[in-house]
């Protein structure tokens, strides 16, 4: 069973830059697991901000972007804002109608 | 704008049913595959099925396959998911979600709704 991996916590400064990634157990990522990333507040439902790769959904500003870094799928968010402490979540398609989301980064802005 | 609203949510014992629908507005709902997506009690997101936009091919987690049933009415813009033999690890807020169209990823999200599965 293929697992996929995230940072389960990461911190950033305010105004600073920082990248999550989203990785597998097994194996490299690629644009061919369309990797998407959602960010989600406690007790409020996800937000998409990134679905194949690197296009951004609608309303999400430019300060997110996503990307292959090496054998992951990466999101960096560039001059980090307080508003951006939440969950960020990362989900890979791994074919044959199947999707499989990582566990969870928990970003700290401080 | 789009809008999708869940009910049907609600406290079941182990081994029951419940049905969630999933009612969508501000987009066209028969050109658009949907999902259905959990979240336990202080857990991550687990993917549950994903159906197409016309609902000719289906796709479930292991975890609900042949448990589970997601279906569509395209003549009332309404997402459905039947669930049979629920245990307590059922328990989550499910979540439908929209899906980009030619790339079945999710774009919108519902805001849930609440299943418990307990005696």
């Known amino acids: 069973q293929t697992v996929v991996t995230q940072e389960p916590s990461f911190s950033v400064s305010p105004g600073g830059t920082v990248t999550l990634t989203c990785g597998l157990s097994s194996g490299s990522v690629s644009t061919s697991y369309y990797p998407s990333w959602y960010q989600q507040t406690p007790g409020q439902a996800p937000r998409t901000l990134i679905y194949?790769?690197?296009t951004r959904s609608s309303g999400v500003p430019d300060r997110f972007s996503g990307s292959i870094l090496g054998n992951k799928a990466a999101l960096t968010i560039t001059g980090a804002q307080a508003d951006d402490e939440s969950d960020y979540y990362c989900?890979?398609?791994?074919?044959?109608?199947?999707?499989?989301f990582g566990g969870g980064t928990k970003l700290t802005v401080l | 704008q789009v809008q999708l609203v869940e009910s049907g949510g609600g406290v079941v014992q182990p081994g029951g049913s419940l049905r969630l629908s999933c009612a969508a507005s501000?987009?066209?709902?028969?050109?658009?595959?949907m999902h259905w997506v959990r979240q336990a009690p202080g857990k991550g997101l687990e993917w549950v099925a994903f159906?197409?936009?016309?609902?000719?091919?289906?796709y479930y987690a292991d975890s609900v396959k042949g448990r589970f049933t997601i279906s569509r009415d395209n003549s009332k813009n309404t997402l459905y998911l039947q669930m049979n033999s629920l245990r307590a690890e059922d328990t989550a807020v499910y979540y439908c979600a929209k899906a980009v169209r030619f790339l079945d990823q999710i774009d919108y999200w519902g805001q849930g709704t609440l299943v418990t599965v307990s005696s």
């Open positions: 989900v890979l398609y791994m074919g044959s109608g199947s999707w499989v």
């Open positions: 194949s790769t690197n």
């Open positions: 159906i197409r936009y016309d609902g000719s091919n289906k």
């Open positions: 501000g987009f066209t709902f028969s050109s658009y595959g």
